[in-house]
């Protein structure tokens, strides 16, 4: 390392005299200049460390560094990604892409006044909850509905409004934590309830139910353990049996479903979801799921079954803390009315098209990748099968089969590869398998496959 060097590099402030650097002041503001200067400037003492040389910084090629700089401070922090993963619902991207409809319903609320609280029929005061509550009904044979921010929400909301000072009945085989420190047994004490654990592990009779139950007893709450899977020597009563149960004794059985299909997926030959319908129709009375899993849209918790009970939710102070935005509920409407016919959800619904794709298809996607890559200096690539998952606690245990391209770039490592295309523009989020990167044809969305030979073309040859 030459110290030398080092301290050639001129002053911040000296810099922004040079010709240059000067001239970006036109479209450009000091501060943000300075800023751009000073990531340049670690960029370069990094380059030294490692042998680099100084550039001429009077030159245009500096002046142009500086640029590429202050274009990348501006970007927007929270933008879009390319999901090669094939893992559907990634929470960590954003679970679920939204059909154009939806967008659409977004974009007309966000840009001006709406009728979110307004009826208009009568010029009065309306309620939020009314624009998505026949859709729900209709969907899920629930006599009524609201919605909240996420199903976590719901959940709490539920436990707050209805279990209060007395006992929550859980089976030990659904204690689950979903994700994000989201533990059911938390949610339940956290929220003022006590909760009376029954059976075991991998087995819970009615017998443990009917033996946990007392004057206490508010709630008997069933969870959907969706992200893990137990196999082998299990048992659980239906929710019928619960149902029943439950009434009988004049207590709650409530769901919380976490996925929260409304078409039956074992129809397309993956797995053995139950449908919110099918809850409802085997008699719980109050069911609660998420709006960007499975049902493909904007994040929301929804809570749909017996009109009293959607009536004291509504009336609770907490529901106003947990409030849904006029931009979920336009995307929500517009992504539920996709369930309606003429529309064919599998089709309409970015989610579900990807969960339901044909391998056939995939592997049409993944050969276009791959001939895109291969027209690239320097980057070979294959189509391979692989095995993926519908992520976000969704389908446990369920396999997709899907295709992939493999990347290669002449002189980087899989490691070094993977890092370049998350840092690339735009991002490009893949998987090593076996020492190879690769991107899941499932994930992929309309115009990716240009994207990505873009952005793989400026990491090849920069
Ligand atoms: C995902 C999940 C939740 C949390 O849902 P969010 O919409 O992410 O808040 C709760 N319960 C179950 C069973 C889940 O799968």
């Known amino acids: 390392m030459n110290k030398d060097l080092f301290r050639q590099i001129p002053q911040v402030n000296d810099m922004l005299s040079l010709p240059g650097v000067a001239a970006l002041g036109e479209q450009w503001s000091r501060g943000e200049i300075v800023a751009a200067l000073r990531d340049v400037l670690d960029q370069l003492r990094a380059d030294l460390k490692d042998g680099g040389g100084l550039p001429d910084f009077a030159s245009d090629e500096f002046a142009d560094e500086v640029s590429v700089a202050m274009t990348s401070r501006r970007q927007l922090n ?21 059909a154009p409809t939806a967008l659409q319903a977004m974009d007309a609320a966000a840009r001006g006044y709406t009728n979110i609280e307004f009826d208009l029929n009568t010029g009065k005061r309306g309620s939020r909850y009314d624009h998505i509550r ?52 938390d949610v339940i004490t956290q929220n003022g309830a006590r909760l009376v654990e029954v059976g075991t592990t991998n087995k819970t009779h009615m017998a443990d139910f009917e033996n946990a139950l007392s004057d206490e007893t508010a709630v008997i709450l069933r969870t959907h353990t969706s992200n893990y899977r137990l196999l082998g020597f299990t048992a659980k009563p239906t929710l019928q049996e619960l149902a029943k149960f439950a009434h009988d004794n004049n207590v709650l059985l409530v769901e919380d479903l976490g996925s929260g299909t409304l078409i039956d997926l074992a129809q397309h030959g993956i797995g053995e979801e139950p449908t919110v319908g099918e809850s409802i129709a085997a008699g719980v009375d109050l069911v609660m799921f998420s709006g960007d899993k499975l049902l493909g849209g904007p994040q929301a918790g929804i809570m749909v079954g017996r009109a009293d009970l959607i009536a004291a939710i509504r009336k609770t102070p907490l529901l106003r803390a947990m409030r ?110 076996k020492d190879k990167v690769l991107l899941d044809a499932r994930t992929l969305m309309h115009g990716d496959i240009v994207r990505v030979a873009r952005s793989v073309g400026a990491i090849a040859n920069p």
Do not use: W
């Open 78 to 98: 929270l933008r879009p990604v390319i999901n090669g993963t094939g893992i559907i619902i990634h929470t960590n991207l954003g679970r679920a892409p939204l």
């Open 324 to 433: 849904v935005d006029k931009l979920s509920l336009a995307a929500l409407e517009a992504t539920l009315r996709l369930y309606q016919a003429p529309f064919q959800p599998e089709v309409e619904i970015p989610v579900l098209a990807m969960l339901t794709a044909k391998p056939d298809a995939l592997q049409a996607v993944a050969t276009e990748l791959s001939d895109a890559l291969n027209q690239i200096d320097r980057v070979t690539s294959q189509v391979q099968p692989i095995r993926g998952e519908a992520g976000g606690g969704s389908l446990p245990g369920i396999e997709l089969e899907s295709f992939c391209a493999t990347i290669e770039i002449n002189d980087l490592g899989p490691q070094q590869t993977i890092t370049a295309l998350r840092e690339g523009d735009p991002a490009i989020i893949g998987r090593i398998v």
């Open 134 to 185: 026949e859709l729900l009904t209709d969907l899920t044979g629930a006599e009524d509905a609201v919605v909240v921010n996420n199903c976590a929400a719901a959940v709490t909301v539920a436990m707050a409004t209805f279990a209060k000072d007395r006992d929550v009945i859980v089976s030990r085989g659904e204690l689950v934590e979903i994700g994000g420190s989201f533990r059911i047994p």
